[in-house]
T-cell receptor, first 112, second 111 residues
Framework: SQTIHQWPATLVQPVGSPLSLECTVE??????LYWYRQAAGRGLQLLFY??????ISSEVPQNLSASRPQDRQFILSSKKLLLSDSGFYLC???????????FGPGTRLTVL | QKEVEQDPGPLSVPEGAIVSLNCTYS??????FMWYRQYSRKGPELLMY????GNKEDGRFTAQVDKSSKYISLFIRDSQPSDSATYLC???????????FGTGTKLQVIP
């Protein structure tokens, strides 16, 4: 069966510090991978999606970036965090045999 | 106008009640409809998945899609305190198209 991991689970970072969140998927090959941010009362905001290694599409221009160095690894980064980057970050995947998205456990980021 | 609209609630019901959660959408191209359950501080968990119009039942849960009115519903029978969570509806048009989510309805089932 497929599983999706995210780490860290929680993170508290000062403004201006760098960020690296990691997502890995097990039990599937060539998944589509997604990064979302969920803010209270605002639903899920799609940040990035990737259909393959090195292929990243950005949905929202901001100080975040994403990379996919391996087939089942997706990384969300920032060089300098802003207060507005606080939120709940979710990674999701879709496979060839499914039309639905499956989410990871999420990372709660607080920027102080 | 958002592509998928969902009443944020909160919705409070007594244990054992039938719960009706609803969304409307505007994009006629949507063919796939999902409901996710999200507990506090956790990732969304897929509950129900429906293609096109019709009903789908899984235990106490029934998903209903009416494409003619662009209306999707989730019914929960014999609601339990463990059903207390935020429920997200989601739609997409298939393949690797982006999924559009509602903002979620917070449900509280009171013992």
């Amino acid at each position: 069966s497929q599983t999706i991991h995210q780490w860290p689970a929680t993170l508290v970072q000062p403004v201006g510090s760098p960020l690296s969140l990691e997502c890995t998927v097990e039990g599937t090959s060539n998944p589509n991978l997604y990064w979302y941010r969920q803010a209270a009362g605002r639903g899920l905001q799609l940040l990035f999606y990737s259909v393959g290694i090195g292929q990243i599409s950005s949905e929202v221009p901001q100080n975040l970036s994403a990379s996919r160095p391996q087939d089942r690894q997706f990384i969300l980064s920032s060089k300098k965090l802003l207060l507005s980057d606080s939120g709940f970050y979710l990674c999701a995947w879709t496979g060839l045999a499914t039309d639905t998205q499956y989410f990871g456990p999420g990372t709660r980021l607080t920027v102080l | 106008q958002k592509e998928v609209e969902q009443d944020p609630g909160p919705l409070s019901v007594p244990e054992g009640a039938i719960v009706s959660l609803n969304c409307t959408y505007s994009n006629s191209a949507f063919q796939y409809f999902m409901w996710y359950r999200q507990y506090s501080r956790k990732g969304p968990e897929l509950l129900m998945y429906t293609y096109s119009s019709g009903n789908k039942e899984d235990g106490r849960f029934t998903a209903q899609v009416d494409k003619s009115s662009k209306y999707i519903s989730l019914f929960i029978r014999d609601s339990q305190p463990s059903d207390s969570a935020t429920y997200l509806c989601a739609c997409h048009s298939g393949g690797y198209q982006k999924v559009t989510f509602g903002t979620g309805t917070k449900l509280q089932v009171i013992p």
